[in-house]
């Protein structure tokens, strides 16, 4: 049976095999949805925590770090809810700042990030980024975003994170939240740079 504790026990294991990508019977490498499947175009639903979330979490961190994702939301495994992980400690330059409910915190120490339901406020500056998906192979393409963002962020313990922050941890926030509502990267570029 899956609880919380096991679930960090997990995680601690896929991260310590990840550099190998041991097999783990306890872990499923997902195949990611691709881009012209309908679940990709959905708006999410809420999510309710259970056992079945824990361990789709546990699917969905294996698939990203098999993948080298940095994020990857639950419709890319074909699950239509309000369920994002992401992982940018492999550069943990890539912001500014970066605060959680009000203080600095190291970037390891929030990594693997995991969030249900999430709530995103913008700032007004725009910066252009580089970005990809797993669902659209092979493109990549300057993407005019919002450099800073907070986001609310629940976790699956019930807690509530508030992070604030900008650079590739903002642009992936926000890559990962379209997802959720049916977005994809593609959708924000100009139309002179549509295929
Ligand atoms: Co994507």
Redesign the pocket.
């Known amino acids: 049976v899956m609880n919380l504790y096991s679930l960090g026990f997990i995680f601690r294991l896929t991260l310590k095999n990840s550099p190998t990508k041991a097999f783990h019977p306890l872990f499923m490498i997902r195949q990611i949805t691709q881009y012209g499947h309908p679940i990709l175009r959905q708006r999410c639903r809420e999510v309710v925590v259970n056992d079945e979330i824990l361990e789709l979490v546990a699917d969905m961190l294996e698939t990203m770090i098999d993948a080298n994702?940095i994020?990857?939301?639950a419709p890319?495994v074909g699950e239509d809810i309000r369920l994002v992980v992401i992982d940018v400690s492999h550069d943990p330059e890539c912001v500014s700042y970066l605060r959680v409910n009000g203080d600095d915190v190291d970037m390891k120490s929030i990594m693997p990030l995991i969030f249900i339901n999430p709530e995103l406020e913008f700032g007004q500056a725009k910066e252009f980024g580089m970005?990809?998906?797993?669902?659209?192979r092979g493109i990549r393409a300057e993407v005019r975003r919002p450099e800073e963002v907070r986001a609310s962020l629940p976790q699956l313990d019930g807690s509530m994170m508030i992070l604030e922050t900008d650079g590739l941890l903002a642009r992936a926030l926000q890559?990962?939240i379209?997802?959720l509502n049916g977005v994809?990267?593609v959708d924000r570029l100009p139309a002179v740079a549509k295929v």
């Open positions: 994702g994020g990857l939301a890319q970005e990809g998906c797993l669902s659209i890559h990962e379209d997802h994809l990267f």
